[in-house]
């Protein structure tokens, strides 16, 4: 089993930035990820990132603006969000895949977080 804690999150205005972070423990995971669901859509997958080298995936509206990354000394995977904007709320959740980092895109993942609520307002 692994268990995910996200922190972080909070309330910030269009063109602020913010970060997320993601505390995992029990057992290793090949790749970790970050999805959002924004009120009333469905959970859109943000940013991958395969642990043993450092491989990232990103949704292309994030491109540029987020950064993923993670600690290994200390098993935590944190997204650096930037130049932020309304659309960008939604509930962000932490996920870890014992398969393919690639395959999270299409929603692969075992083990979820219970999410860390990120609002930004115009």
């Known amino acids: 089993q692994v268990q995910l804690v996200e922190s972080g999150g909070g309330l910030v205005q269009a063109g602020d930035s913010l970060s997320v972070s993601c505390k995992a423990s029990?057992?290793?995971?090949?790749?970790m990820g970050w999805f959002r669901q924004a009120p009333g859509k469905d959970r859109q997958f943000v940013a991958a990132?395969?642990?043993?080298?450092?491989?990232?995936d990103y949704e292309e509206s994030v491109k540029g603006r987020f950064k993923i990354s993670r600690d290994e000394s200390e098993n935590t995977m944190s997204l650096q969000m930037n130049t932020l904007k309304p659309e960008d709320t939604a509930v962000y959740y932490c996920?870890?895949?014992?398969?393919?980092?690639?395959?999270?895109?299409?929603?692969?993942?075992?083990?979820w977080g219970k999410g860390t609520l990120v609002t930004v307002s115009s």
């Open positions: 990132i395969r642990w043993n080298d450092g491989w990232t």
């Open positions: 996920a870890a895949h014992q398969g393919s980092a690639l395959a999270m895109r299409s929603g692969a993942a075992q083990y």
């Open positions: 029990g057992r290793s995971v090949y790749a």
